[in-house]
């Protein structure tokens, strides 16, 4: 799937059929917590760091596995949440 995602999305994004899976992603993550759902966080996670899917929508799905039944779901899910959202250090010299 990842794989289509890209190919469709390669020369240009194609918004109506990127909403369409996100809202179905979305509402399946919420109803469920097996297996699939947890590799659909995934998928979400990995379109969100290739920068095939980089809006908000994509971010509040991923935030939606947070409150699943699922604790694989949940861990994953905040680990990207808390990942990303962490300030990134610059080591400085100390000259003295």
Same mark, same amino acid.
């Given at each position: 799937? $990842? ?11 194609? #918004?109506? /059929?990127?909403?369409?899976?996100? *809202? ?10 097996d297996r699939v759902a947890r590799k659909m966080v995934?998928?979400?996670?990995? $379109? ?11 971010? #509040?799905? /991923?935030?939606?596995?947070?409150? *699943? ?28």
């Amino acid at each position: 799937m $990842l794989n289509d995602l890209q190919r469709i999305n390669r020369h240009r994004r194609n #918004n109506t /059929i990127n909403r369409q899976l996100q *809202s179905w992603i979305h509402e399946y993550i919420k109803k469920n917590s097996d297996r699939v759902a947890r590799k659909m966080v995934s998928l979400c996670i990995s $379109l969100y760091k290739k920068n095939i899917w980089g809006d908000a929508k994509v971010v #509040n799905i /991923i935030g939606a596995g947070c409150f *699943s039944q699922s604790y694989k779901i949940r861990l994953i899910a905040s680990h990207f949440l808390i990942s990303t959202t962490e300030p990134q250090v610059e080591e400085s010299s100390d000259e003295e």
